[in-house]
């Protein structure tokens, strides 16, 4: 027999070999069964599938503030309602939104049920806050300042007046626009993200939504920070408005 050989038939070479396949096999396992921590079991026209593999047992994560998170967490699953019906009757039917289509919570308005805490820096502070609280911070003399500046929609309709902007500390980016806009209780102010504006020495233009469509806006709880759950439901009420909120926007552009 040969250098390295174990039999006439089977050598070093060939084990390790075998080795690496079936590990490599038992980490394609490990990564798919991980990936159904979030997102499953799932809601389809069947009824409730798992997949392959299982959803895996929970498993605790220490987060860098003390806290812990259980993963997959106590209440995932299927919602206990959906804000959409099917446009048809047969199975894999796509679905369209009940109700305000920019508050369903589907389609381009989906968003993920984040933690209702705000994104903090290393220092355990909130990350994105308004410009008046970020000490030595505020906007280039080279570009426009939109704080009194008025947001108009696509049609050059007046939504409101830019009255704050909100930066993120982290990344020293203006994150928001806090734009305050009429209600049915006199104003209220709202928050509109920068990606969803063009700034201009002109104004602050916006395409996504309305200006009728500024005053159902969601909310937040504190006027100095925002939290990560609040970002997600503001950024999908924007989102959604490309696609509902005029009804020329869902048909074909033929």
Same mark, same amino acid.
């Given at each position: 027999?040969?250098?390295g050989?174990?039999?006439?038939y089977? #050598?070093?070479?060939?084990?390790? /070999?075998?080795?690496?396949?079936?590990?490599?096999a038992?980490?394609?396992?490990?990564?798919?069964?991980?990936? &159904?921590?979030?997102?499953?079991?799932?809601?389809t026209?069947?009824?409730?599938?798992e997949?392959?593999?299982?959803?895996?047992?929970?498993?605790?994560?220490? /987060?860098?503030?003390?806290?812990?998170?259980h993963?997959?967490?106590?209440?995932?699953?299927?919602?206990?309602?959906?804000?959409?019906?099917?446009?048809?009757? @047969?199975?894999?039917?796509?679905?369209?939104?009940?109700?305000?289509?920019?508050?369903a919570?589907?389609?381009p308005?989906?968003?993920?049920?984040?933690? #209702?805490?705000?994104?903090? #820096?290393? &220092?355990g502070?909130?990350?994105?806050?308004?410009l008046?609280?970020a000490?030595?911070?505020?906007?280039?003399?080279?570009?426009?300042?939109?704080?009194?500046?008025t947001?108009v929609?696509c &049609?050059?309709d007046?939504?409101?007046?830019?009255?704050?902007?909100?930066?993120?500390?982290s990344e020293? /980016?203006?994150?928001?626009?806090?734009?305050?806009?009429?209600?049915?209780?006199?104003?209220?102010r709202?928050?509109?993200?920068?990606?969803f504006?063009r700034?201009?020495? #002109?104004?602050?233009?916006? &395409?996504?939504?309305?200006?009728?469509q500024f005053?159902?806006v969601?909310?937040?709880?504190?006027?100095?920070?925002?939290?990560l759950?609040e970002?997600?439901?503001i950024?999908? @009420?924007?989102?959604?408005?490309?696609?509902?909120?005029?009804?020329?926007?869902?048909?074909?552009?033929v």
């Open positions: 027999m040969g250098t050989a174990i039999t006439s089977f #050598d070093v070479a060939q084990l390790v /070999l075998y080795m690496f396949w079936a590990f490599f038992g980490l394609i396992y490990y990564l798919v069964r991980e990936n &159904h921590r979030e997102g499953y079991p799932l809601d026209d069947r009824g409730i599938q997949g392959w593999p299982p959803v895996p047992s929970a498993k605790t994560y220490l /987060l860098g503030d003390g806290s812990e998170v993963v997959p967490r106590p209440g995932d699953g299927p919602p206990a309602s959906l804000n959409a019906e099917p446009v048809h009757r @047969y199975a894999g039917s796509s679905i369209e939104p009940t109700g305000n289509p920019l508050l919570g589907v389609g308005g989906s968003y993920a049920m984040r933690a #209702d805490t705000p994104d903090l #820096d290393h &220092h502070q909130p990350k994105i806050v308004p008046a609280l000490e030595g911070c505020g906007v280039s003399e080279k570009d426009p300042d939109p704080r009194g500046m947001v929609d &049609h050059g007046a939504a409101g007046t830019v009255r704050e902007l909100w930066l993120d500390r020293m /980016l203006f994150r928001y626009l806090e734009v305050e806009v009429p209600a049915a209780a006199g104003t209220r709202v928050l509109l993200p920068v990606n504006s700034i201009t020495r #002109d104004g602050v233009a916006v &395409h996504a939504i309305l200006a009728s005053a159902d969601p909310a937040i709880k504190a006027a100095n920070r925002v939290t759950l970002e997600e439901r950024t999908a @009420y924007y989102g959604a408005g490309l696609l509902y909120a005029e009804p020329q926007r869902t048909e074909p552009l």
